[in-house]
């Protein structure tokens, strides 16, 4: 057998163990679940972790205010309703985005306008969200996807003039910097998810972040009332706070290991990627890394196949999301013209889960070797292995 044969040919996987776990083994989490075990803390509703992980996350984003919740999902609706958004308005965001945002919005009577991303980093930008400005947009909701950054300071410009919201979700690079502000806290409302697979993790959890001015101080009423009634519909517990306090401690270092790893990955021939390279002013996130990838540099080979052969290595590609139009009728979402750029990234982007990024060393080491092994023999594999069906490996 050819020793270079790649695993989905039947050859050796480069990475034998698979990819890295998450969340990782760490004595800084086992210690907060004992401490909560033998106080008995663990069962509270209330308590000092949910508080002292308000500050935390107020100080490593800027003294703002902070409101605890249930998911990012559940975040992102409270941040809706924060800025006032109701039935009938119109909230802008990305044609490639999270599915549950869109949800989100028509969950609230309103509607989503879906524009175009731009074409070399397929994120939201200005002159898309301009184009679509109506007299009754009341929002713009804006997610840094894949390591990108958005353009905030243009967006952010953009929605002062026009005196509508933005929203800026942020579920995928906490720890970021983007143009010199930590990520979250550029919008009236920032999202962030602790949900399981994500860099922070409780298994489930979020939190709104709220400017601490006056009119983020509204937000944050709004969203207490929404939530309070008589019992908290949308709470973090205790537990849930106790194991992410040392994650918040330790994130701008993860960050910068992360953004370290992820430079390692940049220069490989049809994977560009979507992530900045880091700056002084901007240190990508990483929640997913993800690339353009085309098919061309790899002999044709569908991108289906190009993950299923990366996964056979040990090494965790995947698609990226579905474009926003091949998931919900123009009835209920508003397309602003073709939106070529967010199709493209429907069907051409590929992402690397981010766990391998802090590990780095030889798990690092053997993506971009993995990735060539594929290469090499993607004319084989494109004619020999059947195309797997996407809709099983698609990021919900
Ligand atoms: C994960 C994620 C969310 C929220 O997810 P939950 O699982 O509900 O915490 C929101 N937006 C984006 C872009 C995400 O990746």
Redo the contacts with the bound molecule.
């Keep these: 057998m050819n020793a270079d044969r790649p695993a989905i040919l039947g050859g050796v996987p480069l990475r034998p163990d698979g990819p890295p776990g998450w969340p990782p083994p760490d004595p800084a989490t086992d210690a907060a679940l004992r401490a909560l075990i033998e106080t008995g803390e663990w069962g509270r509703y209330h308590g000092p972790h949910g508080e002292a992980l308000r500050a935390a996350l107020a100080e490593t984003h800027g003294g703002c205010g902070v409101h605890l919740c249930a998911?990012?999902?559940?975040?992102?609706e409270l941040a809706l309703i924060g800025v006032g958004v109701t039935a009938g308005d119109e909230v802008i965001l990305a044609g490639y985005?999270?599915r549950?945002?869109a949800a989100n919005v028509l969950a609230l009577g309103a509607v989503p306008v879906a524009v175009d991303v731009r074409p070399d980093d397929w994120q939201i930008g200005p002159d898309a969200v301009r184009a679509a400005l109506t007299a009754k947009t009341k929002a713009v909701l804006v997610?840094h996807?894949h390591g990108g950054a958005v353009d905030l300071p243009a967006v952010r410009a953009l929605c002062d003039e026009a005196g509508v919201a933005l929203i800026e979700?942020a579920?995928?690079n906490p720890g970021a910097t983007v143009h010199g502000r930590p990520a979250g806290t550029w919008g009236d409302a920032g999202?962030l998810?602790?949900?399981g697979s994500?860099p922070l993790t409780a298994g489930?959890?979020?939190a709104v972040l709220v400017p601490s001015n006056p009119a983020g101080a509204r937000i944050a009423a709004r969203v207490r009332r929404h939530v309070g009634r008589g019992n908290d519909l949308s709470p973090l517990s205790e537990m849930q706070a106790a194991v992410l306090l040392p994650q918040v401690r330790a994130l701008a270092e993860r960050t910068r290991i992360r953004a370290e790893s992820a430079a390692t990955l940049r220069g490989i021939a049809g994977l560009t990627p979507l992530a900045p390279a880091a700056t002084a002013e901007t240190t990508p996130g990483f929640?997913k890394m993800g690339f353009q990838y085309d098919p061309a540099a790899f002999d044709g080979l569908p991108r289906g196949l190009f993950c299923a052969a990366l996964r056979a290595e040990g090494v965790a590609f995947d698609p990226g999301f579905a474009a926003l139009r091949s998931q919900f009728s123009g009835r209920r979402v508003r397309f602003v013209g073709d939106l070529p750029h967010a199709d493209a990234a429907g069907a051409r982007c590929v992402v690397l889960h981010h766990p391998v990024l802090l590990t780095g060393g030889a798990d690092l080491a053997a993506i971009p070797a993995a990735v060539e092994r594929v290469r090499a023999w993607a004319g084989e594999i494109a004619r020999t292995v059947p195309l797997p069906n996407e809709a099983d490996t698609l990021e919900l």
């Design positions: 998911g990012g999902t559940a975040a992102v985005d999270f549950a945002n997610s996807l979700d579920c995928q999202v998810s602790f949900g994500k489930r959890g979020g929640y």
